[in-house]
């Protein structure tokens, strides 16, 4: 049987998606078929769109979906038709990585979300005159109405969760939080450091207040950012300049225990360095297209700080995402104060409030 869906089809490096009619083949045993109510806009599809990310063309984006199981394989058994489920990542569960509750570092995790095609070669989506169309990305290409994921990566939600604002929580918010709880694991009364206070870092910011540290601050030089970092959390937020550190210095009484950058550039993670304590940890998580060499003043690691990279948060979806949506039930984790939602057919107003940093989190819904 095959089913129709309204896509944005990438089909050159550089240009905005368009709108297509899309179809979708039989699903795999083990695939899943949700009908998307929402979908984030990452800055890791804006970096995939203009060429950073070796993915094939023409292929569909978007990797912060949640939706509606619609159809299920026929081995899949852990979920049902009906269930309100959000995407994350695709990895293998079978390697030694995952076997040990590090999905994010799955062996084959480059093929699984990068490669846009089945394990056997084909593609989960094809254009209006049949010809495929790469899927697949992040495990679900969900800037489509439809999209086909796996039980591997779709991740049943908690009752009373608003499913259409649910997407970010499979990335952005995953890799930001995750990072905070998962990887640094501060002690209560920690101070941290948040460089970038978009979804990642205001996630980072959510999440050291739920981890009990009393210093809290971010740092972004977009002025709209700061007092909603302050509302999740942040003691102080500062625009960076010249004297950055020093002040993070000073507002920590002598350095941050800990510093999350999520920028990526080599200022940043060298600023982000000399802010900590000794000893004291950074993790770096921005991702920048291709290589991104960066040199950091040996001194600083010799005094005992430490710079770490993180994927996805070190997370296991399947226990950290049902975790984060319970916080947000809660009140402690407050994903509607980041998303601004935008109709499926407006996605280049979107795109254009995304890179002009009018938004934190860009959602995309689609009509019930």
């Known amino acids: ?13 550089g240009n905005a998606p368009a709108l ?3 179809t979708i083949p039989d699903l795999r045993p083990d695939e899943v078929l949700v009908c998307i109510a929402g979908v984030g806009i990452c800055h890791t599809d804006l970096t995939a769109a203009d060429g950073g990310v070796p993915l094939p063309l023409p292929a569909v984006l978007g990797h912060e979906g949640a939706g509606i199981v619609a159809e299920i394989g026929s081995e899949v058994t852990e979920l049902a038709v009906g269930d309100a489920v959000v995407l994350g990542f695709d990895s293998c569960r079978t390697c030694r990585n995952c076997r040990r509750g590090r999905p994010a570092y799955c062996t084959r995790f480059a093929p699984l979300n990068y490669g846009g095609r089945r394990p056997d070669g084909s593609t989960t989506l094809h254009d209006a005159a ?5 899927g697949n990305w992040f495990g679900q290409s969900s800037f489509s109405s439809l999209a086909v994921a796996t039980a591997r990566n779709a991740v049943r939600l908690p009752d009373d969760v608003p499913v259409a604002l649910a997407g970010p929580l499979g990335c952005g918010l995953q890799t930001g939080a995750g990072t905070v709880l998962n990887t640094l694991r501060p002690e209560p009364g920690s101070s941290i450091a948040v ?18 540290c009393t210093t809290i601050v971010g740092v972004d030089p977009n002025p709209r950012r700061h007092d909603l970092a302050g509302q999740l959390g942040a003691t102080a937020v500062l625009s960076p300049d010249e004297k950055t550190a020093r002040q993070i210095r000073e507002l920590t009484g002598g350095g941050a225990d800990f510093a999350v950058e999520s920028v990526g550039s080599e200022a940043v993670i060298r600023q982000a360095l000399s802010s900590l304590a000794s000893p004291g940890t950074c993790a770096t998580l921005g991702l920048r297209a291709g290589r991104n060499p960066i040199t950091v003043d040996q001194t600083h690691l010799l005094s005992g700080r430490t710079l770490t990279g993180v994927i996805e948060g070190d997370s296991d979806p399947h226990v950290f995402l049902p975790q984060l949506a319970r916080w947000w039930r809660e009140g402690r984790f407050p994903v509607d104060a980041l998303v601004r939602t935008f109709p499926f057919e407006k996605f280049g107003d979107a795109l254009a409030a995304v890179e002009a940093g009018e938004v934190v989190k860009a959602v995309l819904t689609f009509e019930e």
Do not use: C, D, S
Not at 130 to 134: F, L, R, S
Not at 195 to 212: E, N, P, T, Y
């Open 20 to 22: 297509e009619t899309v």
């Open 195 to 212: 460089f970038g206070l978009g979804a990642v870092g205001m996630a980072a910011i959510a999440a050291a207040r739920i981890a009990g």
């Open 1 to 13: 049987m095959t089913r129709t869906a309204t896509a944005a089809v990438l089909r050159a490096h």
């Open 130 to 134: 049949g010809e495929p169309v790469h």
